[in-house]
């Protein structure tokens, strides 16, 4: 199946500081790629839909000023998390549609990446 | 973001015994239903999917059986085997329900 790959897969931070992550589809063009984030033993929450190109959609009660994302080619969707606070400790997971599924709605994930705000 | 609800929360069954997780969902504009398996600070990953014109999806040991007019739909997992100790998820892509801890006694 396709491959989806995140960096970095763990970082510690300093209250205060901003945070990119990176999400790449390593054999295919993704048109769409989705970031969610979760909690400890707790299920992912989706926190926006990237569209390659154009401006992210972004769910209900995330802030778009404090998650910054960017899906600047059809390989990679980065996502800023911008004065981060130890609030914002989580596992942040990006997935990715693969066009040559023909439609279907198929989303390969990444491995995680790991934020500590300390 | 309940847009589909699981059950149960955690789940024990004997090695060899039957798993059976259900979710329900609202929004009948959702077209995609996969089933994943998360490991311990790993990825979700998908267990097998199945589109809405479907009543029912075999692979392995793995079954999932859907319900259109109930906007409902189980995972059975055969023959559970201590190495299917996992979190799963089902979704109503791309929203996740709320995951069930299965635990597979040997």
């Known amino acids: 199946g396709a491959v989806v790959s995140q960096h970095p897969s763990w970082v510690i931070c300093k209250s205060g500081t901003s945070v990119k992550i990176e999400c790449r589809s390593l054999?295919?063009?993704?048109?769409?790629m989705f970031w969610y984030r979760q909690f400890p033993k707790q299920s992912l929450m989706l926190m926006a839909t990237?569209?390659?190109?154009?401006?992210?959609?972004?769910e209900q009660g995330v802030e778009k000023d404090k998650f910054l994302i960017n899906h600047a080619s059809l390989t990679l969707s980065t996502l800023t998390v911008t004065s981060a606070h130890p609030e914002d400790s989580s596992f942040y997971i990006c997935?990715?549609?693969?066009?040559?599924?023909?439609?279907?709605?198929?989303?390969?994930f990444g491995p995680g990446t790991r934020l500590l705000v300390l | 973001q309940q847009q589909v609800k699981q059950s149960p929360q955690s789940l024990i069954v004997q090695k060899g015994g039957i798993s059976i997780i259900n979710c329900a969902y609202e929004?009948?504009?959702?077209?995609?239903f996969p089933w994943y398996q998360q490991f311990p600070g790993k990825g979700p990953a998908l267990l097998i999917a199945?589109?809405?014109?479907?009543s029912e999806k075999k692979e392995g040991r793995f079954t999932i059986s859907f319900n259109k007019s109930a906007k409902q739909f189980s995972l059975h997992i055969m023959d559970s085997q201590p190495g299917d100790s996992a979190t799963y998820f089902c979704?109503?892509?791309?929203?996740f329900g709320g995951g069930t801890r299965l635990m597979v006694k040997p």
């Open positions: 199945i589109r809405p014109d479907v």
């Open positions: 990237s569209n390659e190109g154009s401006k992210a959609t972004y």
């Open positions: 054999d295919f063009q993704a048109t769409t």
């Open positions: 929004n009948t504009a959702f077209d995609y």
């Open positions: 979704a109503a892509s791309p929203f």
């Open positions: 997935s990715a549609r693969d066009p040559r599924d023909g439609g279907l709605e198929t989303q390969y």
